[in-house]
């Protein structure tokens, strides 16, 4: 594991008077949870201010999160910041908006558990062995002599649940599942949370996972699959982007699959790809020649290209990848 110096960290944190944290576009359960959760630690600091910023919405499903309300546009900020922290991303180029709020005067912090060869910022925290970007502020809190409160382990949770999938993929470690005992011991109402986090969904989402499974097709054997959303389908069922969320692991659960891709079309030249693979494969190395990266079993790509060419660069390189396996 590599070293992580969070005693550096928290001295950084202490020391800073305008702290900005943030996390990279289309948040995710880990992204907002694990912001949040930092900025409870830092509100226990008393840092004087400290401001949340997440280009686009904050999901609904991860809405109700204490201090969610208080995550603010980039456009509605204003900088400048002495330190900005990024969480569960370490490049400056998946922030999107927010990282105009970054300046000459501000330090960056990454505070990440993505396979990344090359984070931005002036003090890094990087290492994939934490299941989720979450799980990383606990260790942090702990670090800052910081006592566990319920507002942090309610964000904190959702983070690890979400990243983990309920501590069924393939990151899950014995720690996440301390961690997470520690954070229910708070009193945490799991299958409130779960409810709202995994199994409730809006109406367009609902139409949208149907189009999503009718366009699932089987290739080489079965072994790959592949789904595909298109701009249309997203207006017609009323769907949001968020609503795409998880929709790939239905896919990806098919008996007999190593390798699943979604391709969803935003416009008529970018496609967002998202892959999933089976032990053996890395999705984040199989996607990083094509601009992406992630995590071994799950990674994505932003393809600046029309969806039928995506699909046959994307379908090309899996099949490179599948051809290299004993
Ligand atoms: P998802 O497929 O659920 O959008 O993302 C799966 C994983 O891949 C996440 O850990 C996410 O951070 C990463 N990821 C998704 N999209 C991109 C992308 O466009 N570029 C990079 N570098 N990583 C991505
Ligand atoms: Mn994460």
């Not at 226990?44 to 499903?61: S, Y």
């Not at 908006?97 to 990440?112: F, G, N, P, Q, R």
């Not at 309920?166 to 599942?177: A, G, I, L, P, Q």
């Amino acid at each position: 594991m590599p070293e992580i110096d969070l005693d550096e960290i928290v001295h950084r944190l202490r020391a800073a008077e305008r702290v900005l944290i943030t996390s990279h576009i289309a948040p995710d359960g880990d992204a907002v949870g694990a912001v949040l959760a930092l900025s409870h630690v830092l509100e226990a600091l008393h840092q004087p201010t400290v401001v949340c910023a997440l280009e686009g919405c904050v999901p609904e499903r991860y809405a109700w999160l204490p201090g969610a309300d208080k995550i603010r546009k980039p456009e509605e900020c204003a900088p400048p910041f002495d330190l900005a922290v990024i969480v569960d991303v370490a490049q400056l180029d998946r922030v999107g908006e927010t990282a105009k709020l970054i300046t000459e005067e501000t330090s960056v912090i990454v505070l990440d558990h993505h396979l990344e060869k090359k984070p931005d910022g002036d003090l890094v925290a990087v290492d994939p062995a934490y299941a989720a970007a979450g799980e990383l502020i606990v260790d942090l809190m702990d670090a800052a002599g910081v006592p566990l409160t319920r507002d942090i382990a309610l964000c904190a949770y959702v983070a690890l649940t979400t990243d983990t999938g309920s501590f069924k993929y393939s990151n899950t470690t014995v720690r996440s599942h301390q961690i997470a005992a520690r954070l229910v011991a708070t009193g945490l109402p799991v299958t409130e949370i779960a409810r709202r986090v995994f199994d409730e969904m809006s109406q367009g989402r609902f139409r949208l996972l149907v189009r999503f499974v009718n366009s699932v097709t089987l290739l080489d054997g079965g072994r790959i699959a592949v789904g595909t959303l298109s701009a249309a389908d997203l207006a017609e069922c009323e769907a949001r982007e968020e609503d795409t969320e998880g929709l790939i692991n239905l896919a990806h659960n098919i008996r007999g699959v190593e390798v699943t891709m979604l391709f969803r079309e935003v416009d008529d030249t970018t496609v967002k790809l998202s892959l999933r693979s089976r032990e053996g494969l890395n999705s984040a190395e199989i996607l990083s020649t094509l601009g992406g990266g992630g995590h071994t079993a799950a990674a994505g790509a932003t393809l600046e290209m029309p969806l039928q060419q995506a699909m046959s660069v994307a379908l090309r390189r899996v099949r490179e990848s599948l051809a290299g396996q004993p």
